[in-house]
């Protein structure tokens, strides 16, 4: 099992930018890929982004894509998620999921551990 901690949402204007992250305790934090959900209230979680466990191939929601870029530290246990160019649409609860294998599954059933989430609030 992975803990995973995610960090660096809050309140920001539309048009601006913030960077998440999530931080992984285990040793088996490189041996699988990672994804961003989201979820806003009265909405289902959705996929968001997902990076397989090298780092060498990256999936995006046809909703982020061209605006967030996802990345991973497999030495310092982190993944990250870049988000510019925000809208009043991107607030939600963002979380941080290890998958359970190596590559890149966009289904949240494709994930077995969670963080406990961070708000993410863009205000028009």
């Known amino acids: 099992q992975v803990q995973l901690v995610e960090s660096g949402g809050g309140l920001v204007q539309a048009g601006g930018s913030l960077r998440l992250s999530c931080a992984a305790s285990?040793?088996?934090?490189?041996?699988?890929?990672m994804g961003w959900f989201r979820q806003a209230p009265g909405k289902e979680r959705e996929f968001v982004a997902a990076?397989?466990?090298?780092?060498?191939?990256?999936s995006y929601a046809d909703s982020v894509k061209g605006r967030f870029t996802i990345s991973r530290d497999n030495a310092k246990n982190t993944v990250g998620l870049q988000m510019n160019s925000l809208e009043p649409e991107d607030t939600a609860v963002y979380y941080c999921?290890?998958?359970?294998?190596?590559?890149?599954?966009?289904?949240?059933?494709?994930?077995?551990?969670w963080g406990p989430g961070t708000q993410v609030t863009v205000s028009s």
């Open positions: 999921a290890r998958g359970r294998l190596r590559a890149i599954y966009p289904g949240t059933d494709s994930y077995a551990d």
């Open positions: 285990g040793r088996t934090f490189s041996a699988y890929a």
């Open positions: 990076i397989n466990w090298y780092g060498s191939s990256t």
